[in-house]
């Protein structure tokens, strides 16, 4: 895995190049970079839309390396058996709550992969400027949903926003854990996240779970995938949650939630939570939309063999 991740960060154009083959076949199969329109539901007293960020390409293994590999393969999407890598999209939730234009994470920005990192540019395209996001709240401090933050020109891509992040999250990245308990293929991440922290310092509010960010929309505990990895629960009718990556993929995350990804910082802690918030979706019968769902990620769940099943919206 180490070595894997170092390459993708490290070196990703040799990366993208040698992998050519198996990663054309990945995005062949993958959602739109630039999703053509962005996708609208009403919430209770909320607009609700979702702005793709583009998508990442990982490694496939990633989704479950201590599964034997003719186990993980059966439970692909059919698109993604045989290949190295897999597309997955990012999707960004965009919620206006009365004045307040809310997103939910802020993407890749340009210095990550050259297949996402385009928030801004869809968000543009809807009719939305920049400038009119008034409010950012983090589910957690990967790149993939922070370094967004900073645009190409080094400046805050959303320049009026005010910034929401859970205490646990801000505390585990600036403290010597981040360094000392990552595997050290990662610490670009910790760079990553204290030099996008460092820029919102001063415009920042510390939330932790039970809080609202305004009346109607509550910060939940879903960590492990990071230490202070939150979620959102939006109010109005059976309830919305917005789940950031307590679950990841349509199939592994429902039907094998006791899988341990690679990506997940606190492995048992994540298994714990991905079980708590499907159990809570499959008898609340909420909504859930998930950043790396496939677009727009909006489903509900169902329980199906003794674990779930994700059924997608549209
Ligand atoms: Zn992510």
Partial sequence: ???????????RRRF??????????????????HAAEPFHITQGSFAVS???????????????????????EAAFQSGERGQEQYASPTNVTLIRAGAELILV?????????????????????????????TQI???????????????????????QARY???????????????????????????????????RIKNKVQMVKPGDEITPGIRVVDSSGHTQGHVSLEIAGADGLIIGGDALTHPVISFA?????????????????????????????????????????????VERKDGAFRFVPAT
């Fill in 137 to 159: 709240v983090f589910t957690h401090g990967h790149p993939d949903h922070l370094w967004g933050t900073i645009d190409d020109l080094d400046d805050l891509t959303f320049p």
């Fill in 50 to 72: 979702v702005i793709s960020d583009g998508h990442l390409v990982l490694p496939t293994r990633f989704l479950a390396p201590e599964i034997p590999s003719p186990e993980r």
């Fill in 256 to 300: 094998h939630p006791q899988w341990r990804p690679a990506a997940d910082h606190e492995p048992e802690r994540a298994v714990q939570t991905r079980r708590r918030l499907l159990d809570r979706l499959a008898t609340d019968r909420s909504k859930l939309i998930g950043f790396h769902l496939p677009y727009p990620g909006l489903g509900t």
């Fill in 105 to 133: 994470d802020a993407g890749s920005g340009s210095h990550f992969m050259p297949t996402a990192g385009k928030l801004a540019a869809n968000l543009e395209a809807a009719g939305i400027r920049r400038e009119a996001i």
């Fill in 16 to 33: 993208l190049v040698g992998a050519g083959a198996a990663i054309a076949g990945a995005v062949g199969a993958a959602p739109q970079s």
């Fill in 164 to 198: 929401v992040v859970a205490a646990a999250e801000w505390n585990f990245w600036q403290g010597d854990n981040a360094l000392n308990g990552l595997p050290a293929d990662r610490a670009g991440f910790v760079t990553g996240a204290r030099r996008n922290y460092a």
């Fill in 1 to 11: 895995m180490s070595r894997e991740l170092t390459r993708l960060l490290l070196d």
